[in-house]
């Protein structure tokens, strides 16, 4: 069966340029020519289209592609070896949301009544309720998990009960052997939704995303075991 640019493109709701652009990059098998000099492509180019496609949702756009040069080129192996990081990438982000909701639900930072003065401690009294050094907790502000201000007149370190919720939650999630960079886009999407509480809904959106692209691995790894299939026909 011969198909044409724009046959492959309908079936997708795509432009005739992207199909001869991922053709170019490798995502699809080199077109033959017709006699004129047109592209002139079989089921097999179909097929590739398709997997392609269903590999986006499940390891991004960069790595499908990467994904489908590998197997364009007989490099199964390294196709391979990129969807087991993406498995291995998302295993690891799982666990972090595991980890993030376990760390809130053991946080209790007081509550501090809208007519009373908030709470404050300084980094000697907090690092020894946590028992870590000083140079623990200036080092995670200088990564920016926490930013406490200064007493205006000794200019010593204030951390109020906000400041001591997020140390206490990255204290726990640095125990889970997360990295600072890590711990700190937590810590934003906690300040960004104002509190622990207001919080659990982006961690919900969190999971049905990671719960999606789950699914979206399923769906990717059929198509693409269909294709592998069809490659060796």
């Given at each position: 069966m011969r198909?044409?640019?724009i046959d492959l493109a309908r079936e997708h709701g795509l432009s005739t340029q992207a199909v001869r652009n991922y053709e170019e990059s490798g995502i699809l098998p080199?077109?033959?020519r017709s006699a004129s000099g047109y592209r002139v492509y079989a089921p097999r180019h179909a097929a590739a289209l398709r997997t392609f496609l269903a590999l986006i949702p499940a390891h991004g756009h960069a790595t499908a592609g990467a994904i489908m040069r590998a197997v364009n080129g007989d490099a199964v192996e390294e196709a391979l070896r990129l969807i087991d990081e993406s498995h291995t990438q998302l295993a690891e982000d799982r666990r972090t949301l595991e980890d993030v909701e376990e760390a809130l639900r053991d946080l209790a930072p007081p509550r501090e009544p809208e007519s009373v003065e908030p709470v404050v401690t300084f980094i000697g009294p907090l690092a020894r309720r946590l028992g870590i050094r000083p140079a623990t907790l200036r080092k995670?502000?200088?990564a920016g998990l926490i930013v406490p201000r200064r007493d205006p007149r000794t200019g010593y370190r204030i951390y109020t009960s906000a400041d001591v919720r997020d140390v206490l939650l990255a204290h726990q999630l640095r125990r889970g052997g997360h990295?600072?960079?890590?711990i700190a886009r937590v810590l934003e999407r906690v300040r960004a939704a104002g509190g622990p509480e207001p919080l659990q809904a982006t961690l919900r959106e969190w999971?049905?995303?990671?719960?999606?692209q789950g699914r979206a691995m399923l769906t990717g790894a059929a198509?693409?075991?269909?294709?592998l299939g069809s490659r060796s026909d």
């Open positions: 198909l044409r640019p080199l077109a033959e995670w502000e200088r990295g600072l960079e890590q999971r049905d995303r990671l719960t999606a198509a693409l075991d269909t294709y």
